[in-house]
């Protein structure tokens, strides 16, 4: 078992965001140049409530589309982001963003795999316009023979589709393939009913459930995360 699939935010990277707070709505409202941010809030909701109308089960919205819809209705003379989507979505984020840094010892992880001979891909719910800026941010964009976020591939955790899309893009066969992530539902569920175990690492980012998945590993901490992954190799 040589392809190592790996969950990002909560597994390799410790993340914290507010998109609640009045203050970031505040900062939002005046990207946008509007007059009322809880109306900019409510434009916003309505907007990602519409692209996950008729979502297929276990489907993936992409914010770009909310964010392009909000720039329109909300989006004033002299907003600097009018025409430039993306760099509104980086804008979005930024305002949001309270704590994003790796966990110790990702980078020595990663290398390690590939020393050994393995791959390593990432496979996260994420939305790209935010994810791929912060893969370089973290230095670790390099790090991954594939990457596949959900909003680039319409479905995610824990929908087998989400894995398939995976399996076909990268030529990765079930059989070659583990899994890593910190959420017993989306991680252990997902990549069981994709047909391939899990390695389960519990962080501060864990979703809590009443009942769950059993994952077929658990790694309590970062050293024996990397023994349980080494004895694949």
Known sequence: M??????????????????????????????????????VRKTYRALCMKEEKDLPEGGEIDLLRVFEGLLEKCG????????????????????????LRLFEGVEELLRGIHVRGGRVFLLSNAQACFTRLE??????AGLFDGILL?????????????????????????????????????DVGGAHAAGIPCVYIETEQSGRYESAPVPDFTAPDRPSLERVLFSFL
Not at 78 to 89: K, V
Not at 135 to 140: A, M, S
Request: net charge negative; hydrophobic share 40%.
């Open 2 to 39: 040589k392809n190592f699939l790996f969950d990002l935010y909560g597994t390799l990277a410790d993340i914290r965001t507010d998109e609640e707070s009045d203050a970031f709505w505040e900062s939002i409202r005046s990207f946008l140049g509007a007059a009322d941010a809880e109306e």
């Open 76 to 99: 004033k003379d002299g907003c600097a982001y009018l025409g430039d989507t993306a760099a509104f979505a980086h804008a979005f984020r930024e305002a949001s963003m309270q704590k």
């Open 150 to 186: 959900s909003s680039e591939a319409g479905f995610k955790k824990p929908s087998p589709r989400f894995f398939s899309a995976a399996f076909q893009a990268f030529s990765l066969a079930p059989r070659d393939c583990v899994y890593v992530g910190n959420d017993l539902r989306d």
């Open 135 to 140: 893969l370089e941010k973290l230095g670790i």
